[in-house]
């Protein structure tokens, strides 16, 4: 499975930005799909998962009530919307696949299997 992540860029603060992971495989409608986010100097964090079917999404407590995840499976694409955003939400986000059938959401980087080469998203004060 290839990922692409994209739709980063510059924003300010309390703008939004939509991000989309497109991946190339057909199967991709029975996979979970996880953001995460990286900042300069600091671990890879949870941002969001939306299991296979769309039914079920889990944030990470930074950004619930802030961003929301769906997808469109009839165009392989999991999007990401983020509102509100904040300087502290700077950092290079990617899309992850859990390759695993019908999957359900997971918080762990380790759980997924595919991982996107990520989109740089810069919030200015």
């Known amino acids: 499975v290839q990922l692409q992540a994209c739709g980063g860029g510059l924003v300010q603060a309390g703008g939004s930005l939509r991000l989309s992971c497109a991946a190339s495989a057909r199967t991709f409608s029975n996979y979970a799909v996880g953001w995460f986010r990286q900042a300069p100097g600091k671990e890879r964090e949870f941002v969001g998962a939306i299991n296979w079917s769309g039914g079920s999404t889990a944030y990470g407590d930074s950004v619930r009530g802030r961003f929301t995840i769906s997808r469109d499976n009839a165009k392989n694409t999991v999007y990401l919307q983020m509102n509100s955003l904040k300087p502290e939400d700077t950092a290079v986000y990617y899309c992850?696949?859990?390759?695993?059938?019908?999957?359900?959401?997971?918080?762990?980087?380790?759980?997924?299997?595919?991982w996107g080469q990520g989109t740089l998203v810069t919030v200015s004060s």
């Open positions: 992850a696949v859990r390759a695993t059938l019908l999957s359900g959401v997971r918080a762990a980087g380790s759980e997924y299997d595919y």
